[in-house]
């Protein structure tokens, strides 16, 4: 029985793995956006006021907006701003999520970048690939 149960949690643990490894390593590459449609040269970052995983990034997008001057990065706050809820959620419908997944993220046509530590390994990648196109 000790057996059993010593393979169920060893199972557990090795799909627990592959399915981070996934998430992890299915992501587009940081070099080339991979978005299509009419928002794909539009960055739309979307914060919360008061939130501190926002807020360790925020020096991190002010970098960016003066490093990329060029393209267009709308900086949305929607805790508090309805419109800006608005926004998030029609922007993400059209990245094809039901449901905008909370703050911080970024949303480059169907790509969707989120966290703290998603958006600095990312999002300039996909800046240099907008500016490029300009």
Same mark, same amino acid.
């Given at each position: 029985?000790?057996?059993?149960?010593?393979?169920?949690?060893?199972?557990?643990?090795?799909?627990?793995?592959?399915?981070?490894?996934?998430?992890?390593?299915?992501?587009?590459?940081?070099?080339?956006?991979?978005?299509?449609?009419?928002?794909?040269?539009?960055?739309?970052?979307?914060?919360?006021?008061?939130?501190?995983?926002?807020?360790?990034?925020?020096?991190?997008?002010?970098?960016? !907006?003066?490093?990329?001057?060029?393209? &267009? +990065?709308?900086?949305?706050?929607?805790? *508090?701003? #309805?419109?800006?809820?608005?926004?998030?959620?029609?922007?993400?419908?059209?990245?094809?999520?039901?449901?905008?997944?909370?703050?911080?993220?970024?949303?480059?046509?169907? !790509?969707?970048?989120?966290?703290?530590? &998603? +958006?600095?390994?990312?999002?300039?990648? *996909?800046? #240099?690939?907008?500016?490029?196109?300009?």
């Amino acid at each position: 029985m000790d057996r059993v149960i010593k393979f169920v949690i060893a199972l557990f643990v090795v799909i627990a793995a592959a399915s981070v490894a996934y998430l992890v390593f299915s992501a587009p590459p940081a070099t080339a956006a991979t978005s299509s449609g009419a928002n794909d040269s539009i960055v739309y970052y979307f914060y919360g006021q008061g939130c501190p995983h926002c807020a360790a990034i925020e020096p991190f997008m002010e970098n960016m !907006t003066k490093k990329y001057p060029d393209v &267009d +990065i709308r900086m949305l706050e929607v805790w *508090y701003n #309805q419109t800006n809820q608005q926004i998030d959620a029609e922007v993400n419908a059209e990245a094809g999520i039901s449901t905008p997944p909370g703050v911080p993220e970024i949303v480059i046509g169907k !790509t969707v970048l989120i966290g703290q530590q &998603d +958006i600095p390994d990312k999002l300039e990648g *996909y800046l #240099q690939a907008i500016e490029k196109k300009k």
